[in-house]
C-alpha cells in the first residue's frame, strides 16, 4: 500500500469513529427508551459499526468498533463501562460479520442487526451477572429480549437507509 492509500484508509476509518462517538454521546444525554430495561438503549452507534463492515470491511469495521469503544470510554470518564462494552460490541459485530458474509444473501440487515443487539444484550448480562457474582442478573435477558428487537431493527433500518443513500466517494 502506497502513503495515500494508507492516508485514505485512516481517514475513513477516523470519519467512522468520530461519527460513531458523537452518536454514542449524544445518545447518551438521552434517558433510558425501553422503560422496562434499565440501561437499554437503542445503540446509534450500532449502526456506524454494520455500515463500517459493509461499507470498509471486517478489519475496519473492528478498528472502528474498539477505538469507538476506548474513546467513548475515555471521553465519559467511565473506565468500569468498558468492560462491558468492548466485550459485548466485539461478540456483536462478530455475530454481524458472520450473518453477513455467510447468509446475507437470505436474510436483511434488520435480521442481522436483531441478532447482534440480542448477543450484545446477553454478553452484557453474563459479563454483570460475573462482576456482581450472581447469575440472577440474567433473568433480565427476557426484557432485554424486548430491548433489543427494538433496538436491533431500528439500527438495522437506519443502516440499510444509510448505505443505500451513502455516496461511494465517502468510503471509496
Known sequence: MNNQTVTKKTVRIS???AIALIMFLLESLIPPIFAFAPGAKLGLANVVSLCALILLGIIDAFLVVIIRCLLASFFTGNVVALMYSLPS???ALTT???????VFDKISLMCISFVSALVFNF????IASVVVANAH??????LMFLASAGAGIFVGLVS???VRHLPSSVYR
Request: net charge neutral.
Open 137 to 142: 442478573v440474567l433473568f433480565m435477558f427476557p
Open 15 to 17: 470519519l467512522f469513529v
Open 160 to 162: 440499510y437507509y444509510f
Open 89 to 91: 460490541s466485539l461478540a
Open 123 to 126: 454478553v452484557q448480562l453474563c
Open 96 to 102: 454481524m460479520t458472520i450473518l453477513y458474509v455467510f
